[in-house]
């Protein structure tokens, strides 16, 4: 059964947010995976901007940690 609700124009599943997703023992792989995924979900920096004339304007691979899942 899926659960919806509509948060801010965006229609969310709630389904996600009821079962826990992660354990808190880790494992070593999944921790530096975890990591990995964190140092890129980042804004480019300035400089990359003016390096390319601002022909990249952001980060298209932006991930917001509510709305797109990991899956893992």
Known sequence: ???YSFVHGFNVSLT???APSQPSHKTFRI???LAKKQRQNRPIPYWI???TDNT???NAKRRHWRR???GF
């Open 1 to 3: 059964m899926e659960l």
């Open 16 to 18: 996600p947010l009821l």
């Open 31 to 33: 921790k530096q995976k």
């Open 49 to 51: 901007r003016m390096r």
């Open 56 to 58: 990249i304007r952001y």
């Open 68 to 70: 797109t899942k990991l």
